[in-house]
Structure formats: C-alpha cells, structure tokens
C-alpha cells in the first residue's frame, strides 16, 4: 500500500503587517524526501500518521511530498506559496499509483491575492490524484472552513483541544483512512458554515462553553456510524471571503445523519454565542500592580493583544511599559519578571555593546506600529546568544535565533531577532542561564498555550493590551469577511436546521 505524506501549516492574521516569506518556513525545517520521514517520526500530525503506519499488518510505503510549517504570522507572499505549492506537487505528480495521500493542514492560511490557500492547495491535489483516490488532512481546529476545501478534501479532522495535541489529531485522522482503507467504504462528510466569530478568550477546550461544545463532539462520536465530529472556531484574526466558525461531521455512510448531527453541533454553538464573548481581562496597569504584588509561585500575563501563536509579530510595549514604569521604584534585588519581545535592530546593538555593556535602546513597537509604540528602555546587557536550536517535545527541532538578555531592575527582557515557537517556551529564558521558578512573573505572547509554563504556574492574568491579536475585534477594519455575522451586526438570525452549507445561502 503507497500512501503519500505532506505538510503545509501556517495560521494567517489578516490584520498582521509586512508578508511572510520562505525563510520563516526554513526556520523551521522545510523538508523533502527522506528528511521528511526522519524529521517528523513523533512530530505534529505527519507523525501521528506514521506512528499508525507502522502499526498496519501490511507494510506501507510511505510517498514523502514535502513539509512546510510555520507557525503563525502575516500573509505568505504569492511567490512563496506558489513555491511551497510546487514543492507538494512536484513529487505528487511524479509518485506514481498511491492507495491514498495524507495532507496536515492548518486551515487558516492565506497569501496576498488568495483567502483560501488550503482550498487552492486541495483542489490542485485533487487535479492530480483524480477523484477516486482518499485525499485525509488533519487541520488545527482554528481552521477556517471553506466549501473548497469540503469539496477536495474526504475527511476534514479536527484537533480535539486547545491546546492542541497535533500528534493525536494525527493519529485520529490516520486511523480513520486505514479503517476506510481496509473496508472500502467511503465516509459521508457534512458541515456548517456558522456565522460567527469570538475572541480567544473563551477558546480553552477545558473550561466554559467551548469545553460543553467539544464535550458534546465527543459524546456524538459514541453514536453508532459516527466517525468524527470536528468544532472549528475560527480563529478570530482572519478576515477572508468564506471566514466564520463551521463543524464537520463524518459517519461511515450514512449522509442524513451527518447532516443532522452537523445541525445540531451548529445550533449548540450558535445558542451559545454570547458565552463566547465573555471575558475576565484586566488593563494592563492594573494587571502589573497585581504581577509586582504577587508573592507566591509564577504569575502568567498573558498578552492577549501580541498572540504570536495567534499571528502577531511579538513586539508589543504595552506590558514591557509598564513594568518598567512601575518596576523603577522596585529594588533591582526584587524577584524578576520576564517579558520576551521581538526587535532585530535591538539585538544587532546588545550584540554591538557586548555582555556587560549598558545600553539604551528604543524597544519594540516597530513591526506593529498600528497599536504600539517603542519603549525607551537603559538596561544592562547580561547575556546573549545565537544559533540555538532546541528538540522541543513533539513539536520538533526549534531555532531560537539571535537574542539578548536586557536587564533593567527587576525586569529581564529577552530581545529576540525574530519571533518564533520559543517565545512561549521556557527554553527561551532557560537557554540564556534564567531560572523560571526564581521568576515572580512572565509575560506569555498568547492567549492559550500556557501549558509550558504549567510547572511554576500559580496564577495566570489575562491582560487586555490592545494589539494585532487583541479580543476588542471592533477595532479591526474587516472588510473581506461575509456580512451579517455575529457580533459584528445587530440583527442576525441563522438557524441551522435549515441552514445551507454558506450562512448566506
Ligand atoms: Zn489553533
């Protein structure tokens, strides 16, 4: 049995300046061939799918396409998608007769010209492959739903939490194609199209209605002929022609039932609309006063307007300025607080200073300089560093790039030269001598994904900073979006029973 493998991952924001190229997706290894299969064993959904390969009473031979991940940012440049897109289809074109092909997704990626990259990057699959042979994709539940992509694609499997656990979407989306593999029956797909869309502030799967909406997924699963059941709350950054939440259901065959349930899944959310906007923000002054009062454990801040996950460049000042304003009457001996930001000019002059140097620099607030603004900082160089990669668990060989540790009282500011997976992670302060259990705080560039930081978590505030991320979505210019839709116009009725696959039809 000849399956082929492929990745292309990237999580647009729309309102994210400057356009992504394909040094960001080199960054994180972009690989073919052999490479593919030995970077990816145990990685993200690519390896939830060989970990099930592998498991099969046949041998499978595994087709590698080619893997382009990227994590999250502004909109990839026509040219390099084009490029990735060759680089997917050029072994596609050329692998010969394959039982099936395996495509991990993100689903929420767009370039300059095109809303939908996934819808174009399935149909052009699809052209190749013809339409008999199963075309499976794993995407992040953050995916943006599009009818294209319902027409190429088989099955549309969603991650079951957030955060998400890749690899186990992988392994869930792999074990339904070897189940359709061996019984021959192809499984019936049907969705709505939801027409709404929610801050991140209730998208944990752990608490509050996402976790009831998710709950219930998993619960219709129990039923009989039903294969999979996948919430897709868009991420709210995206605004494109087809954007809003959708769900898509999979049974065995049985179309009127996956229908039905798609109903029901869309009635729940819909239902629940205004649970989703509920929120427990604080401004930021006030969220720094509580941080610099925090006694116990590790304080997270996370700084909901500057989601790098979600999309934004990570140079947000609006919490590193406070810190500073309000950690200038704090004794230096004070238990520090760590803040990341990104800056490349500013690590070119730690770098130029050298460790030990006192410097004064004027800090962040260039790439979104929509929201923000610099931050004049005097600090000590205390330590720096380049070319670290990290083997972060799971989620693969991680660089960290150019940073400088910047001291300034209490406060430790990690300078990076890029924004990136680690500014997240405690590998960030961890590579530069830090100690995150000494830390009376961190600031975290997300709004969702604090689970790295789960070890000295004692407390987490969600910080209402203003940004490319932030949860006041009014303040935004949407225009490519489909109108009306929940919240943005007053009166809005949709009712799922009835409901077409597009909330305008
Ligand atoms: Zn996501």
Redesign the pocket.
């Known amino acids: 049995m000849r399956i082929a493998l492929g990745e292309f991952v990237q ?1 647009t924001g729309s309102f994210t300046p400057a356009r992504m190229n394909r040094a960001a997706f080199e960054a994180y290894g972009l690989y073919q061939g052999v490479e593919l299969l030995e970077q990816l064993a145990g990685v993200g959904p690519p390896g939830g799918f060989l970990e099930v390969a592998a498991r099969q009473q046949q041998p499978i031979e595994v087709v590698p396409l080619a893997r382009a991940w990227a994590g999250a940012g502004a909109k990839i440049l026509d040219a390099t998608y084009r490029e990735l897109r060759e680089m997917l289809l050029v072994p596609l074109r050329t692998a010969g007769e394959l039982d099936a092909v395996f495509l991990s997704l ?1 689903g ?1 990626a767009s370039s300059e010209r095109e809303d939908d990259l996934e819808g174009d990057l399935l149909a052009a699959v699809r052209e190749v492959i013809g339409p008999e042979v199963p075309l499976v994709c794993p995407l ?4 943006n739903i599009t009818s294209r992509m319902v027409e190429h694609a088989d099955l549309l499997v969603g ?1 079951e939490t ?1 955060p ?1 656990d890749p690899l186990a979407t992988g392994v869930k989306a792999a074990r339904l194609l070897f189940d359709w593999l061996h019984c021959g029956q192809k499984p019936a797909i049907a969705w709505r199209k939801i027409p709404m869309i929610t801050p991140q502030d209730q ?1 944990l799967t752990s608490q509050g209605p996402m976790q009831a909406w998710f709950a219930w997924a998993r619960a219709l699963e129990q039923q009989d002929g039903v294969l999979d059941v996948s919430p897709y709350p868009m ?1 709210p950054w995206l605004d494109v022609a087809e954007g809003g939440w959708a769900v898509v259901v999979h049974t065995t065959d049985d179309a009127e039932l996956a229908d039905r349930l798609a109903a029901e899944m869309g009635a729940m959310a819909w239902e629940l609309r205004a649970e989703f906007w509920k929120s427990s923000r604080l401004e930021v002054a006030d969220a720094v006063r509580q941080a610099y009062g925090h006694e116990d454990g590790l304080l997270i801040l996370s700084d909901t307007g500057d989601s790098v ?2 999309g934004a460049p990570g140079d947000s000042t609006w919490i590193l300025r406070e810190l500073l304003t309000q950690g200038a009457t704090q004794p230096a001996s004070a238990r520090p607080l760590l803040v990341p930001i990104v800056d490349a000019a500013a690590v070119e002059a730690g770098f130029a200073a050298g460790v030990g140097a006192e410097v004064s620099l004027s800090l962040g607030g260039k790439i979104d300089n929509q929201f923000n603004q610099p931050v004049d900082v005097t600090a000590e160089v205390v330590a720096v560093s380049e070319n670290h990669v990290a083997d972060v668990a799971e989620r693969g060989c991680v660089e960290i790039g150019r940073t400088v540790l910047l001291q300034a009282g209490p406060v430790q500011i990690v300078v990076l030269a890029a924004a990136g997976f680690a500014i997240c992670h405690p590998i960030l302060y961890q590579h530069l001598g830090l100690e995150v259990a000494a830390a009376r705080a961190v600031v975290v560039k997300t709004a ?1 994904n604090f689970q790295f930081f789960a070890p000295w978590r004692r407390r987490l505030i969600r910080v209402d900073s203003p940004g490319m991320t932030q949860s006041d979505l009014s303040a935004f210019h949407w225009s490519r979006i489909p109108r009306p839709i929940y919240p943005f116009d007053a009166e809005v009725t949709w009712n799922a029973e009835n409901a077409g696959r597009l909330p305008s039809a």
Do not use: K, R
Request: glycine share 6%.
């Open positions: 999580e993100h929420a992040d539940h953050h995916a991650h957030q998400h998208f991420q996950y979600g969702s």
